[in-house]
């Protein structure tokens, strides 16, 4: 896998895993990519997920042929919101 490093902030901008199974003839290949960036969120920026997207290749042997499988899925992530509450202690002579 890959790790994509914004250098002035330290932040993480995309993240890969390749991964091929071992026990399989021929071993499948997924590979997940996940991109992020900056979003603001009630006044406050943070970095978040953006775009998820695993592939997945297979080569299945199936009635005496081989046939094969491309898995897809892709995510993207919107609209990012900011649950919170405030509250006030007041010391117990103010109390009613």
């Given at each position: 896998g890959?790790?994509?490093?914004?250098?002035?902030?330290?932040?993480?901008?995309?993240?890969?895993?390749?991964?091929?199974?071992?026990?399989?003839?021929?071993?499948?290949?997924?590979?997940?990519?996940?991109?992020?960036?900056?979003?603001?969120?009630?006044?406050?920026?943070?970095?978040?997920?953006?775009?998820?997207?695993?592939?997945?290749?297979?080569?299945?042997p199936?009635?005496?042929?081989?046939?094969?499988?491309?898995?897809?899925?892709?995510?993207?992530?919107?609209?990012?919101?900011?649950?919170?509450?405030?509250?006030?202690?007041?010391?117990?002579?103010?109390?009613?």
């Amino acid at each position: 896998g890959s790790l994509s490093i914004d250098p002035a902030s330290g932040a993480v901008l995309r993240l890969t895993l390749a991964v091929q199974f071992e026990g399989f003839d021929p071993p499948p290949l997924y590979q997940l990519t996940v991109n992020y960036a900056k979003i603001e969120i009630g006044g406050l920026s943070a970095i978040l997920p953006i775009r998820s997207a695993v592939v997945g290749e297979e080569t299945m042997p199936e009635k005496k042929r081989e046939m094969f499988k491309l898995f897809i899925n892709d995510v993207t992530f919107t609209n990012y919101h900011r649950f919170g509450s405030k509250m006030r202690i007041l010391p117990a002579a103010q109390h009613r």
